[in-house]
C-alpha cells in the first residue's frame, strides 16, 4: 500500500466515504434477460467489490423503451429493482459503495428486439450504415425526462448511494449538446446554450427528484474527438457551468462519441499506450473548483492511477483492469502487484458486447462464470500427473489452472521461449503489451513450482517416457512460407516483425488471415517507411479484428498512407503487382519489392494420435485443435484445467 499512497488513501464523494480512490465505472455486460438484471450480475459485481475496489458505478440502466439496444442490456422498468436490491446488498456487504448510471442512447439505439425506431435530436444516423432516427418533439423530451426521473427513483428505492446521469459518449443528451449531431432550429439546436438546453432540463428533474437523497454526478466525454463535435474547449466550458451552477456529487470524464471510430478511442485499446487522454481529461478537472472529478480510460495498472491521482483527479477507473482481475487491489495492498492478471487492453470484452453476446475477458475466461469458478480454483479431489505440451497462451493457461489446483504439472515446449503466438505478436507495432500476458503466466507457473522444459521438439516418446496420468497437447499452428506466382518466396509474418529496415520499399500484403496479424505487419512496415499495400479477397478490411479496434486500427493505417484493398486479387510479373478490385472496374499497376503473404495457419496436432494408440489420455486445446483467436486458445486452457 505505501507504493501508491494516492490509491490506497480513502475520499468523499457526495458524502460518501470510499475506503480508496480506485473504482469500475459503468459497463455494458449483456448479463441480461428480457432486459432485467440477473444472478450473473449480482457475482460479477460482487467479486469486484470483495476484490477491494472502492466504488462500482453499476452498469446504465436504460431509461425508455426506445433505448434497448442491446440484446443483454438492463432496462430501468419497475420489475428490475428485487435484483437490483441484491446486486447493492453484495457490493456493499463486501465494503464498496455502488452507484448506477442511467442514461438513453438515442440515435444509436439499434433496438432492433423491440422494433423500435431509435430516437435523437435531428435526422442524422450515428454512422453512414446506421438507421434515420426519428426526431424527438417536445412530447418526446419530456417524456425521456420523466423517464430519466423514473430510472433515477428506480436506482434510490433499490438502494444505489449514487447516480450518474450520461452527457456523454454520443449517447442521447450528448447528442443534443454536440453541433455535430444536433441541427434543430428551435429552442433545443443552434446556439450552445440551446443545445445545453435539454441535457440541463433532465439533469434538474433528477436533481430536483433525488438530489437529496442520492450522489447525483454527470458522465461526460472531455472531448468528442468528431470533425466538428464537441471539443474540448466545449467540455471545459460544460465543465465549468456545471461546477459552478450545480450542486453536483461528481463528474465522470472520458473522451469520444458514438461515431466511428471516435467510439473505439473511449476503449483505447494497447496500441493507444498508457492514460492516452489523461491531458484532456485533467485539462476538464482544472475547471472544477468545488466538484470532485473522476476519470475513466486505459489505466493500465496502479501506477497510472497514482499518476492521475497526483494530478488533481479525485478517483479514477480502472474497468477493464477489474475485469482481467477483480482482486488487483487486494493483491497490491498484501505487496503481490506480480500476481495481478494483467489486462493488455486487447478488447475482446467490448468486442463481445457488441456482438450481443455476454461479455468475458481473454486473461481472465472467469467473468460472467464467477458463480461457479471462484478466482481461486478450488482444489482437485483426484491430483494427477498433468504434462503440457506447448507453452503458447493455452497451455501456459491450462499449467497454471491445474497446477493451482493442486495437480503435479509438468511443461514441455519445443521453442526456446514460452508464449507461442505471443512471441510474435508482441513484435508488432503498439502490439507490445501482449508480453505481459507471457509474462505474467510464466511467473505463476514459476511460483507454483511448475517444472518447464523448453528449447527442444518434443515426440511421442518423450511424453510416454514421463508417464504422465493425462497430457495436454497445446502445440498451436504453424504457418510456413510459400510461393507465389510470378513472384516467387514471399515473406512471412515473422519476417516483417524481425525487425529489418523498410525505408523506400513497397510491400504488398497478400491477405487471407484478416486478423491482428494482417494489422500489426501493414502497420509496422508502414511505420518503418514503407509504401503498403494490402490486398484481400474478403469485403471488409481486418474483419478478424474487434468492431471497436478495427475502427481505430483502419484509422491508424489510413493515415500512414496504406491502401486497403478489398474483394481484390493482386498479380504479379516481372517485378509489378497488378491488383484488381470485384468492387470497381479499373485496375492499378505499380512496382513493388516485397511481398508478403499472411496465409491461415495449420493446427499441429500430430502428437495425439500416437499417443491415443498409446492408451494416454489426451486432452487437445488452443490452435491444437484449429486455428483461431487468443480469447479461444485460453478460454480452452482455463475450462480445462478447472475441468482436469
Same mark, same amino acid.
Given at each position: 500500500m505505501s507504493a501508491y499512497p494516492r490509491v490506497f488513501s480513502p475520499v468523499e464523494i457526495g458524502g460518501i466515504t470510499l475506503r480508496n480512490r480506485v473504482f469500475v465505472s459503468a459497463h455494458t455486460t449483456n448479463f441480461g434477460v428480457d432486459f432485467l438484471p440477473t444472478d450473473r450480475h449480482v457475482a460479477y459485481h460482487a467479486e469486484r467489490a470483495r476484490g477491494g475496489v472502492g466504488l462500482v458505478v453499476m452498469e446504465p440502466l436504460r431509461v425508455h423503451g426506445t433505448s434497448l439496444g442491446r440484446a443483454g442490456g438492463l432496462s430501468a422498468a419497475p420489475a428490475a429493482l428485487p435484483v437490483l436490491a441484491r446486486i447493492v446488498e453484495a457490493v456493499r456487504a463486501e465494503g464498496a459503495a455502488v452507484f448506477t448510471q442511467i442514461t438513453h442512447a438515442g440515435r444509436h439505439s439499434e433496438n432492433v428486439f423491440r422494433r423500435a425506431a431509435a430516437w435523437g435530436p435531428s435526422p442524422r444516423p450515428w454512422t453512414s450504415s446506421g438507421a434515420v432516427p426519428h426526431v424527438m418533439s417536445r412530447g418526446d423530451m419530456a417524456e425521456v425526462r420523466d423517464a430519466y426521473v423514473d430510472a433515477a427513483r428506480l436506482a434510490l428505492s433499490a438502494g444505489f448511494q449514487g447516480v450518474e446521469v450520461h452527457f456523454g459518449h454520443g449517447h442521447l443528451l450528448h447528442q443534443f449538446l454536440s453541433p455535430a449531431s444536433n441541427d434543430r432550429a428551435d429552442a433545443y439546436g443552434g446556439s450552445e446554450e440551446n443545445r445545453l438546453r435539454f441535457p440541463l432540463e433532465v439533469l434538474d428533474a433528477v436533481l430536483d427528484a433525488v438530489g437529496g437523497d442520492l450522489a447525483v454526478g454527470v458522465r461526460m466525454s472531455a472531448d468528442e474527438l468528431v470533425d466538428g463535435g464537441q471539443d474540448l474547449a466545449a467540455g471545459r466550458r460544460l465543465a465549468h457551468l456545471l461546477d459552478t451552477t450545480r450542486p453536483l456529487a461528481f463528474l465522470n470524464v472520458s473522451v469520444a462519441s458514438y461515431t466511428v471510430p471516435s467510439i473505439g478511442h473511449h476503449v483505447a485499446d494497447m496500441s493507444e499506450g498508457h492514460t492516452p487522454y489523461l491531458a484532456q481529461t485533467l485539462a476538464v478537472a482544472a475547471e472544477c473548483a468545488t466538484?470532485?472529478?473522476?476519470? +475513466?480510460?486505459?489505466?493500465?495498472?496502479?501506477?497510472? =492511477? !497514482? %499518476? #492521475?491521482?497526483?494530478?488533481? *483527479?479525485?478517483?479514477? &477507473?480502472?474497468?477493464?483492469?477489474?475485469?482481467?482481475?477483480p482482486h488487483l487491489l487486494a493483491k497490491a495492498a498484501a505487496g503481490r502487484v506480480r500476481d495481478i492478471r494483467p489486462c493488455v487492453s486487447c478488447n475482446f470484452c467490448i468486442g463481445e458486447i457488441a456482438g450481443h453476446r455476454p461479455m468475458t475477458c481473454m486473461v481472465n475466461p472467469a467473468v460472467g462464470n464467477e458463480e461457479r469458478w471462484p478466482q481461486v480454483p478450488e482444489p482437485s479431489a483426484d491430483p494427477k500427473?498433468?504434462?503440457?505440451?506447448?507453452?503458447?497462451? +493455452?497451455?501456459?493457461?491450462?499449467?497454471?489452472?491445474? =497446477? !493451482? %489446483? #493442486?495437480?503435479?504439472?509438468? *511443461?514441455?515446449?519445443? &521453442?526456446?521461449?514460452?508464449?507461442?503466438?505471443?512471441?510474435?505478436?508482441?513484435?508488432?507495432?503498439?502490439?507490445?503489451?501482449?508480453?505481459?500476458?507471457?509474462?505474467?503466466?510464466?511467473?505463476?507457473?514459476?511460483?507454483?513450482?511448475?517444472?518447464?522444459?523448453?528449447?527442444?521438439?518434443?515426440?511421442?516418446?518423450?511424453?510416454?517416457?514421463?508417464?504422465?496420468?493425462?497430457?495436454?497437447?497445446?502445440?498451436?499452428?504453424?504457418?510456413?512460407?510459400?510461393?507465389?506466382?510470378?513472384?516467387?518466396?514471399?515473406?512471412?509474418?515473422?519476417?516483417?516483425?524481425?525487425?529489418?529496415?523498410?525505408? #523506400?520499399?513497397?510491400?504488398?500484403?497478400?491477405?487471407?488471415?484478416?486478423?491482428?496479424?494482417?494489422?500489426?505487419?501493414?502497420?509496422?512496415?508502414?511505420?518503418?517507411?514503407?509504401?503498403?499495400?494490402?490486398?484481400?479477397?474478403?469485403?471488409?478490411?481486418?474483419?478478424?479484428?474487434?468492431?471497436?479496434?478495427?475502427?481505430?486500427?483502419?484509422?491508424?493505417?489510413?493515415?500512414?498512407?496504406?491502401?486497403?484493398?478489398?474483394?481484390?486479387?493482386?498479380?504479379?510479373?516481372?517485378?509489378?503487382?497488378?491488383?484488381?478490385?470485384?468492387?470497381?472496374?479499373?485496375?492499378?499497376?505499380?512496382?513493388?519489392?516485397?511481398?508478403?503473404?499472411?496465409?491461415?495457419?495449420?493446427?499441429?496436432?500430430?502428437?495425439?494420435?500416437?499417443?491415443?494408440?498409446?492408451?494416454?489420455?489426451?486432452?487437445?486445446?488452443?490452435?491444437?485443435?484449429?486455428?483461431?483467436?487468443?480469447?479461444?486458445?485460453?478460454?480452452?486452457?482455463?475450462?480445462?484445467?478447472?475441468?482436469?
Open positions: 466538484t470532485p472529478v473522476l476519470a +475513466a480510460c486505459r489505466f493500465v495498472d496502479l501506477d497510472d =492511477a !497514482e %499518476r #492521475g491521482l497526483a494530478g488533481g *483527479l479525485a478517483a479514477v &477507473a480502472m474497468t477493464r483492469a477489474h475485469i482481467a482481475d500427473r498433468v504434462l503440457v505440451v506447448g507453452g503458447g497462451p +493455452a497451455g501456459l493457461e491450462a499449467a497454471k489452472i491445474a =497446477a !493451482e %489446483r #493442486g495437480h503435479d504439472v509438468s *511443461l514441455r515446449e519445443s &521453442a526456446a521461449e514460452l508464449g507461442g503466438q505471443l512471441r510474435l505478436g508482441r513484435r508488432g507495432a503498439g502490439r507490445g503489451h501482449l508480453d505481459r500476458l507471457r509474462d505474467h503466466q510464466q511467473h505463476r507457473l514459476a511460483a507454483l513450482g511448475v517444472p518447464v522444459r523448453a528449447g527442444a521438439p518434443v515426440t511421442a516418446e518423450d511424453v510416454l517416457a514421463e508417464r504422465p496420468d493425462v497430457v495436454v497437447v497445446a502445440t498451436g499452428a504453424t504457418l510456413g512460407a510459400r510461393d507465389v506466382p510470378g513472384w516467387g518466396r514471399a515473406l512471412t509474418a515473422a519476417d516483417v516483425l524481425a525487425g529489418r529496415s523498410w525505408v #523506400g520499399r513497397t510491400v504488398v500484403v497478400l491477405d487471407e488471415d484478416g486478423g491482428w496479424t494482417t494489422s500489426s505487419v501493414a502497420e509496422t512496415a508502414a511505420r518503418g517507411g514503407a509504401a503498403v499495400h494490402v490486398v484481400g479477397r474478403a469485403g471488409t478490411p481486418l474483419w478478424g479484428v474487434g468492431e471497436y479496434s478495427r475502427m481505430t486500427a483502419v484509422q491508424r493505417l489510413r493515415d500512414l498512407g496504406v491502401q486497403l484493398w478489398t474483394s481484390a486479387e493482386a498479380v504479379f510479373a516481372a517485378g509489378t503487382a497488378t491488383v484488381t478490385s470485384a468492387l470497381v472496374s479499373t485496375t492499378t499497376t505499380f512496382t513493388a519489392t516485397d511481398v508478403v503473404a499472411l496465409d491461415r495457419p495449420r493446427a499441429e496436432d500430430g502428437l495425439v494420435a500416437p499417443l491415443l494408440d498409446a492408451g494416454v489420455p489426451v486432452h487437445l486445446i488452443g490452435d491444437a485443435v484449429a486455428p483461431r483467436s487468443l480469447l479461444e486458445a485460453v478460454a480452452e486452457g482455463h475450462a480445462l484445467g478447472r475441468a482436469l
